[in-house]
């Protein structure tokens, strides 16, 4: 039962290890290109809740027209 339990944390010491070195490996993005790419989901985010918007607004005259006939 003791080996079981040793073997259990070693398991989560070498996976906290593996994912260190992992992290390591990864390029991290520059403040201009965070930057640039916080830019773009903004702008398409707004542009796709006025689209969205639009469509609702639109939608809901057309369910309104029909409805009242």
């Avoid at 939608?59 to 029909?66: D, E, G, R, T, Y």
């Amino acid at each position: 039962m003791a080996e079981e339990k040793q073997g259990f944390f070693q398991k989560i010491i070498n996976f906290c290890a593996e994912v260190k070195q992992e992290v390591r490996k990864v390029t991290w993005p520059t403040r201009s290109e965070m930057y640039g790419g916080t830019i773009v989901i903004i702008f398409v985010t707004v542009v796709l809740c006025a689209a969205l918007g639009g469509a609702d607004a639109l939608l809901s005259k057309l369910v309104a027209i029909v409805m009242s006939k």
